[in-house]
């Protein structure tokens, strides 16, 4: 008997290190998994209080929107107010009749339509062979030659000359300058100018032609 007891006591004891050592590994295994669900539940809970705080949020917006909405209500209806005040007003409001001792003539309001015209505006055109055509406003004691300078001013292109004791001698306008025996000739509302270019008064709708000719 104490054969057998001594055969079995082995296996009984490795059994039960077993049993221990498998129950202390499902133990750590328990207490890994409940530390796991300790944090998810820590998690869910920030979760949850950050949703509450833009609840909350939210709340006090909605809020803010109503009273918005209600000022707004009560301005418009302080407006609606104003404009039935108004016209009540203005439908009760009769032209009372002349006392009978006042002439007609004084309630009378007589309104007089004045229409104030425009002064034409006083030009002259100014044509360059090769060049173009200009539209210049005159002003006082203008020429032929005072008017192409302010149309090469006035439209950015070179112009070069020289003065004479007899007047102006036009060398160049823009790019297109005489070579050999050409000369800038001018021709007057449609003729050939008989005096010089600064000397060639210029009255509103006259005519100014240039161009290149030869002696």
Do not use: C
């Not at 998690?43 to 833009?54: C, F, G, H, S």
């Not at 004691?141 to 950015?156: C, H, I």
């Amino acid at each position: 008997m104490n054969k057998i007891l001594n055969n079995i006591k082995l296996p009984i004891i490795a059994l039960f290190l077993i049993v221990m050592l498998y129950g202390g590994l499902n133990i750590n295994k328990l207490q890994k998994n409940n530390a796991d669900l300790a944090q998810k539940i820590e998690n869910q809970a920030l979760k949850i209080a950050l949703l509450e705080d833009n609840l909350n949020n939210n709340i006090q917006s909605t809020e803010s929107l109503k009273n918005e909405k209600s000022e707004l209500e009560k301005q418009i209806s302080n407006l609606k107010n104003q404009i039935n005040y108004k016209a009540v007003l203005a439908a009760t409001t009769e032209e009372k009749p002349a006392p009978e001792n006042v002439s007609q003539n004084t309630v009378k309001t007589i309104t007089k339509i004045v229409t104030v015209k425009e002064k034409p505006v006083k030009s002259a055109n100014v044509t360059i062979k090769g060049l173009g055509s200009y539209k210049v406003v005159l002003k006082s004691g203008d020429t032929a030659f005072s008017v192409l300078q302010r149309a090469a001013s006035e439209n950015k292109f070179a112009l070069t000359f020289e003065k004479y004791d007899f007047g102006v001698f036009v060398t160049g306008i823009g790019k297109i300058v005489p070579v050999g025996n050409q000369y800038w000739a001018f021709y007057f509302n449609g003729a050939y100018s008989q005096v010089g270019a600064s000397d060639q008064k210029v009255s509103s709708g006259d005519t100014i032609f240039w161009q290149l000719e030869s002696f």
